[in-house]
């Protein structure tokens, strides 16, 4: 590649809507533009780095037996409505209707398509397992796109599905997924951790995140440095700290114009621990008080998961309907309204609303003055222990980058992808789902390793491997040079792009730091003073003066070492 036949227009300046640090130098550096909101046209260097994490995917998936097939974007409402996902999702699916008045979507995943191919091509359990995958494009209707290319309303995805004649089968399967995946981020030079998930939207009996660490991720994580349990906050159990016991008088007190936690704490001189702080949300079945500590966060999904459906916060109307007391004054005795108590609420006396306007209830037990189904719905946050070995909890913002699910036979009995046993008996095919973010990966490892100069890439997904950057390619001795280190270089298997641009220097070493191109080779004044050029990697900024007849030889050596470094 030379500089000055390549189409890549370097920005100095950060584009002004751009918050993640992926989103600016991405921008920056000439990888992507945004063509609107969520949508976005992958530029030369930006397209050569989603290719090399797609052909470590490629690598990976082959390894273990996937076969590569390609599923289109565009699908008939029919399949999802067989699933029922049509009715489930409201917002986020694409939805349209073709010429003829048909119902049609685009596709945001493909476990309807893939349940309708194995229902027309797989008779047989001696046709299985079956492992299918694709690298194909995603349309969702995301409801706020932002931070560049991590929330996106089009983007790729590799989604593997896997297909089997029981559970045993599937948990195979599925380690080897995986194992997989590991590699894959591994390879891709992306920090990550597997944590516990919720299967969301997906269905099925377990699932499993990537997660990279990242302040730019708008997921969190808790995770114990001792023994590895890892669970996105959805979904982590935690012990928090024991709370103080509270005045155990029972008695109501006067709180007027109290409506928070903080304030009740203030006013009575106690720890938010020792309060309960009652939400009213309208379930499946109705109205239910859920219950947490004081200085605990309920998260919704836990409550969702314990309720078996879609749950939302009351209008402050249907609180004091349902409790007879505005929202802050409302607690759970007395109350005729089911009621949901986390666990972290134990033995003690808390104070609590009296369903009374103005009112709080001092001396407050659970088990004697109201009754509750326990269950864990408190977020967990850092310094909890952990509930396997009890050390304090890390909590960490994270970006999700893969994710893996045990689907069951949640779509192939409802789309009829079934197979004959070795008597002729019909069984639903056992799937698992399996997806994987390329754009991610990229942004990931940005986010992962940068400087205030500019991007840091790993060897492995780098869009280009070497620069060679002559310091002013008007002189003679220096252009010829740096031609031979160039075409020198890429005879030896490198990948290499020479900056040939009559630019000033200053201008093209902070394009090369921006870049962040592993290896630059610069071709300047000691070549003329010695005889020799400069090697040095982008990630320490370590000059190393070569002569000319060992610039193969030196940037060979730093490949090896920062290849071996994955």
């Known amino acids: 590649m030379r500089w000055t036949t390549s189409f890549i227009p370097t920005l100095r300046e950060d584009p002004a809507d751009a918050e993640a640090v992926s989103h600016r130098l991405m921008v920056r550096a000439g990888l992507v533009r945004q063509l609107t909101a969520g949508v976005y046209v992958y530029l030369p260097l930006g397209q050569r780095a989603i290719d090399k994490v797609n052909t470590i995917i490629r690598e990976e998936m082959n390894g273990i037996g996937g076969q590569e097939i390609t599923m289109p974007v565009l699908h008939p409402a029919e399949l999802w409505q067989q699933s029922g996902r049509w009715y489930d999702i409201k917002d986020e699916m694409f939805r349209l209707k073709d010429r003829h008045g048909r119902d049609m979507c685009l596709g945001m995943t493909h476990e309807e398509v893939v349940a309708w191919l194995a229902s027309k091509e797989i008779r047989s359990y001696r046709e299985l397992p079956q492992v299918w995958y694709q690298i194909q494009t995603k349309e969702r209707d995301e409801a706020r796109p932002r931070s560049g290319v991590l929330r996106t309303r089009e983007f790729w995805m590799k989604d593997a599905y896997t297909l089997d004649v029981d559970d045993a089968g599937l948990d195979v399967a599925y380690e080897k997924q995986k194992e997989a995946y590991k590699r894959i981020f591994r390879r891709s030079g992306v920090a990550f951790h597997v944590v516990e998930s919720d299967v969301g939207m997906m ?173 864990d719905l408190h977020m967990a946050q850092a310094g909890d222990a952990c509930p396997s070995c009890g050390t304090p909890l890390l909590v960490e913002r994270v970006i999700e ?115 962040g191109v592993p290896i630059r080779v610069t071709v300047g004044a000691l070549l003329g003073r010695e005889g020799k050029v400069e090697v040095r990697t982008r990630r320490d900024r370590q000059d190393v003066t070569v002569a000319p007849d060992g610039v193969v030889s030196a940037v060979r050596d730093l490949a090896r070492s920062l290849a071996s470094e994955l």
């Open 203 to 375: 269905g099925g009996a377990g699932a499993h995140e990537f997660m990279a660490p990242s302040e730019a991720g708008e997921d969190e994580i808790a995770r114990c440095p001792a023994c590895g349990y890892a669970a996105n906050v959805e979904l982590a159990r935690s012990k928090p700290p024991a709370a103080p016991s509270a005045d155990a008088a029972r008695g109501e007190v006067a709180t007027p114009g109290v409506r928070t936690i903080a304030e009740v704490c203030q006013l009575l001189a106690i720890e938010p621990a020792q309060t309960i702080k009652s939400l009213l949300y309208i379930g499946p079945s109705g109205p239910v008080l859920a219950l947490v500590r004081g200085d605990q966060q309920l998260h919704e999904k836990k409550l969702a998961r314990v309720l078996g459906g879609e749950v939302r916060a009351a209008h402050p109307d249907e609180v004091r309907d349902a409790l007879g007391a505005p929202v802050g004054s409302v607690g759970p005795v007395g109350a005729t309204v089911p009621i949901v108590a986390d666990e972290a609420i134990g033995e003690g006396t808390y104070v609590a609303g009296a369903n009374r306007e103005g009112f709080h209830l001092r001396g407050v037990q659970p088990g004697r003055d109201f009754t509750a189904r326990p269950a």
């Open 401 to 515: 980058v893969g994710n893996i699910f045990k689907l069951g036979t949640r779509y192939s009995a409802k789309l009829g992808a079934t197979y004959l046993d070795e008597q002729g008996q019909a069984h639903p095919i056992v799937m698992g789902s399996y997806g994987i973010g390329p754009a991610r990966i990229v942004a990931s490892a940005i986010e992962q390793r940068h400087d205030a100069d500019g991007i840091i890439w790993p060897w492995s997904i780098a869009p280009v491997q070497v620069l060679v950057l002559p310091v002013n390619p008007k002189q003679p001795p220096v252009r010829e040079m740096a031609e031979r280190v160039y075409r020198e270089l890429s005879e030896a298997g490198f990948e290499v792009m020479l900056d040939d641009r009559e630019e000033r220097p200053g201008v093209k070493f902070k394009d090369a730091d921006l870049l």
